[in-house]
């Protein structure tokens, strides 16, 4: 792309001749554009690129400069020798790098920026996502929304047309540059009329979970799926579904129909008992979470890199991906929960509550309750964006959204 030079400002007739100040030239990063030929159509020699770029890199490699963000460049009065180089890492930060001596100073600057709470409201029309995104969600918080609940609602198959949800939402202003949605405190989405409510709280020692108002933590032992919300292109929607096995021999599990590639995770925490081949299962994971209980993962088509039998994993740890190996219809994952062995329908496993707030944060948790529940509950849910709660300086803080 060709380079823009900066607006120079018009001289008025007869005024004096200003003092001769840098020149500032902004390049928009196009398409195949490199740090390289940036700077090499802006003139700078070789040898300064080379410098330049070797003492960013203790900061950020500049060979992965993105589309669509702009280097600013500013030169000596004369235009012909470059003084510093500026370029956003991300809406709040810049990665400046100046002049110093004979080589050059990286440093990072931050841009100013303020917090403010929004509400954001929506009702489920199709899918979840289209609706998410048209209240005013960006892509990264409906992932994030549907996070909050993974133990509770399984996006990918439960969601209807007429679940709801409000949301109150950290909405993150920089100074020139613009506003969006960075992170969440509190969020109610019902599903099927049931209605559920999680208030994100930070303790003391710098963690961050998520609550029930009466002070339960929202993750569970077991995850709701073995898939995590996902959406591929607009009107997308995972099914369960009953391939052809199930009318050939008793099925005790639950097929997901999914994409082929699609991540499973583990629904609990627990050790690796198999990894490997097994009749019409395909690839097959099979884990242990307790002495008691125990699931399998079936018709995968690659496990996840490193996974073995006797390894310890956490719970929603990848172990392979959607396929359709074995005895398979199609892309799916086949599913099964065990209790002492036996196949059990997963749905009605009893799944002890959440660890509850106790001791000295509980007071810390119910002056935040008392704040943030009746503002969320004040969201409109008719409206698609609504009940600003604007300029409250302290919010990052107080609320915790700041991540
Ligand atoms: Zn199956």
Same mark, same amino acid.
């Not at 009749?279 to 996974?307: C, N, Q």
């Given at each position: 792309?060709?380079?823009?030079?900066?607006?120079?400002?018009?001289?008025?007739?007869?005024?004096?001749?200003?003092?001769?100040?840098?020149?500032?030239?902004?390049?928009?990063?196009?398409?195949?554009?490199? =740090?390289?030929?940036?700077?090499?159509?802006?003139?700078?020699?070789?040898?300064?690129?080379?410098?330049?770029?070797?003492?960013?890199?203790?900061?950020?490699?500049?060979?992965?400069?993105?589309?669509?963000?702009?280097?600013?460049?500013?030169?000596?009065?004369?235009?012909? !020798? %470059?003084?510093?180089?500026?370029?956003?890492?991300?809406?709040?930060?810049?990665?400046?790098?100046?002049?110093?001596?004979?080589?050059?100073?990286?440093?990072?600057?931050? !841009?100013?920026?303020?917090?403010?709470?929004?509400? =954001?409201?929506?009702?489920?029309?199709?899918? %979840?996502?289209?609706?998410?995104?048209?209240?005013?969600?960006?892509?990264?918080?409906?992932?994030?929304?549907?996070? =909050?609940?993974?133990?509770?609602?399984?996006?990918?198959?439960?969601?209807?047309?007429?679940?709801? @949800?409000?949301?109150?939402?950290?909405?993150? !202003? *920089?100074?020139?540059?613009?506003?969006?949605? *960075?992170?969440?405190?509190?969020?109610? @989405?019902?599903?099927?009329?049931?209605?559920?409510?999680?208030?994100?709280?930070?303790?003391?020692?710098?963690?961050?979970?998520?609550?029930?108002?009466?002070?339960?933590?929202?993750?569970?032992?077991? %995850?709701?799926?073995? %898939?995590?919300?996902?959406?591929?292109?607009?009107?997308?929607?995972?099914?369960?579904?009953?391939?052809?096995?199930?009318?050939?021999?008793?099925?005790?599990?639950?097929?997901?129909?999914?994409?082929?590639?699609?991540?499973?995770?583990?629904?609990?925490?627990?050790?690796?008992?198999?990894?490997?081949?097994?009749?019409?299962?395909?690839?097959?994971?099979?884990?242990?979470?307790?002495?008691? @209980?125990?699931?399998?993962?079936?018709?995968?088509?690659?496990?996840?890199?490193?996974?073995?039998?006797?390894?310890? =994993?956490?719970?929603?740890?990848?172990?392979?991906?959607?396929?359709? !190996?074995?005895?398979?219809?199609?892309?799916?994952?086949?599913?099964? @929960?065990?209790?002492?062995?036996?196949?059990?329908?997963?749905?009605?496993?009893?799944?002890?509550?959440?660890?509850?707030?106790?001791?000295?944060?509980?007071?810390?948790?119910?002056?935040?309750?008392?704040?943030?529940?009746?503002?969320?509950?004040?969201?409109?849910?008719?409206?698609?964006?609504?009940?600003?709660?604007?300029?409250?300086?302290?919010?990052?803080?107080?609320?915790?959204?700041?991540?």
């Amino acid at each position: 792309m060709a380079p823009v030079p900066a607006a120079v400002a018009p001289q008025a007739q007869g005024a004096p001749e200003p003092p001769p100040g840098p020149v500032l030239r902004v390049h928009p990063v196009g398409q195949g554009d490199s =740090i390289g030929s940036i700077l090499g159509t802006a003139g700078v020699p070789r040898a300064d690129v080379a410098a330049l770029v070797a003492e960013a890199a203790r900061l950020h490699d500049l060979s992965r400069i993105k589309m669509g963000r702009e280097v600013q460049l500013t030169f000596d009065p004369s235009g012909s !020798t %470059l003084l510093a180089l500026r370029y956003p890492l991300d809406p709040e930060r810049d990665l400046v790098v100046e002049r110093e001596g004979q080589g050059f100073a990286a440093r990072q600057e931050v !841009t100013p920026f303020e917090d403010e709470v929004v509400g =954001i409201s929506g009702v489920v029309e199709g899918t %979840l996502w289209d609706s998410a995104r048209s209240a005013g969600l960006p892509a990264d918080m409906v992932s994030t929304l549907a996070g =909050i609940f993974d133990w509770q609602i399984d996006f990918n198959t439960e969601v209807r047309p007429g679940d709801s @949800f409000r949301l109150l939402a950290a909405r993150r !202003t *920089v100074q020139g540059v613009g506003s969006r949605i *960075v992170g969440l405190a509190a969020a109610e @989405f019902v599903n099927a009329g049931r209605v559920h409510r999680a208030l994100r709280f930070d303790d003391a020692e710098g963690g961050t979970a998520w609550y029930t108002p009466s002070g339960e933590r929202m993750a569970r032992a077991f %995850l709701k799926s073995p %898939l995590a919300y996902s959406h591929v292109g607009s009107g997308f929607n995972l099914k369960r579904f009953h391939p052809i096995l199930k009318s050939t021999r008793p099925h005790w599990g639950q097929d997901y129909g999914a994409p082929t590639g699609a991540p499973v995770r583990a629904v609990a925490s627990g050790t690796v008992q198999f990894v490997g081949t097994r009749g019409g299962f395909g690839k097959h994971v099979r884990l242990v979470h307790s002495d008691r @209980f125990g699931s399998s993962y079936s018709h995968l088509s690659r496990y996840a890199p490193g996974l073995k039998a006797g390894r310890r =994993i956490s719970q929603g740890t990848v172990v392979g991906y959607v396929g359709s !190996t074995g005895l398979s219809t199609g892309p799916h994952l086949h599913f099964e @929960f065990y209790d002492r062995g036996r196949p059990v329908d997963y749905a009605k496993v009893e799944v002890p509550r959440g660890e509850a707030i106790e001791g000295a944060r509980r007071p810390a948790f119910e002056g935040l309750r008392d704040q943030v529940l009746p503002r969320l509950l004040s969201v409109d849910g008719t409206a698609q964006v609504a009940a600003f709660f604007a300029h409250e300086g302290g919010a990052g803080r107080h609320g915790g959204f700041v991540r």
